[in-house]
């Protein structure tokens, strides 16, 4: 019941502030759209269908950060050749995430929840972290800012769970306050060695 409270109010102050951030960064979205038709061409928007809630599949979208390139295979060369300078800019800043306001405005997403991962992962979950699906997906989360794709898979899995476990409303505000200074200081972008994070391929990889 306590949880229950708590969603429907997480869902209204999602509504609220993403209207809002819509609206207020609208000049940044065309910015920012107008700069990957420009550097990369189109599609500007990169989709993707993700797990969401109770692991439902959604449309994920954000803007892209990487090239349509394939090696002479005719299959896409790895992320780190594929990633173009302005796509690491946009993911160092976080500008990338920001049409997932979209999918928060919808109701795919939370501003603040576990982030919405492969839907490959989804069968590679133990009992314990398929419980990351209990809530929305986030924007943002309790494991982006303690670490984000730095820290391992079964730790940043403990984290999204932890925060199932506790989630409230000043939490979130926390959480958020924590996300502006982690995209200030472009801490945990990628995992050691990576363009991001390595491939999750089941319980301690």
Avoid at 27 to 55: D, K
Avoid at 108 to 130: F, H, K, N
Wanted: glycine share 8%; net charge positive.
């Amino acid at each position: 019941m306590q949880f229950r409270r708590q969603d429907v109010v997480k869902r209204w102050f999602d509504i609220a502030v993403s209207a809002i951030a819509l609206i207020l960064l609208s000049p940044i979205l065309l910015t920012v759209g107008s700069l990957v038709a420009i550097s990369m061409g189109t599609p500007v928007i990169f989709r993707q269908v993700r797990p969401g809630q109770h692991a439902v599949p959604f449309e994920m979208i954000k803007f892209r950060t990487m090239s349509i390139t394939s090696g002479q295979d005719g299959n896409p060369l790895p992320d780190s050749a594929r990633l173009t300078s302005l796509g690491r800019f946009l993911r160092a800043t976080s500008l990338d995430e920001l049409p997932e306001l979209w999918n928060v405005f919808k109701g795919d997403m939370s501003l603040v929840g576990p982030r919405p991962l492969l839907m490959e992962y989804v069968p590679l979950y133990s009992a314990d972290q398929a419980r990351r699906h209990d809530v929305r997906p986030g924007i943002t989360g309790w494991a982006q800012v303690n670490g984000r794709n730095a820290i391992s898979w079964d730790e940043k899995f403990a984290l999204d769970v932890w925060y199932v476990d506790n989630r409230s409303l000043w939490l979130d505000l926390k959480i958020l306050a924590l996300t502006v200074v982690k995209v200030f200081r472009r801490q945990g972008i990628s995992a050691a060695g990576e363009a991001t994070m390595t491939k999750f391929k089941g319980s301690g990889s």
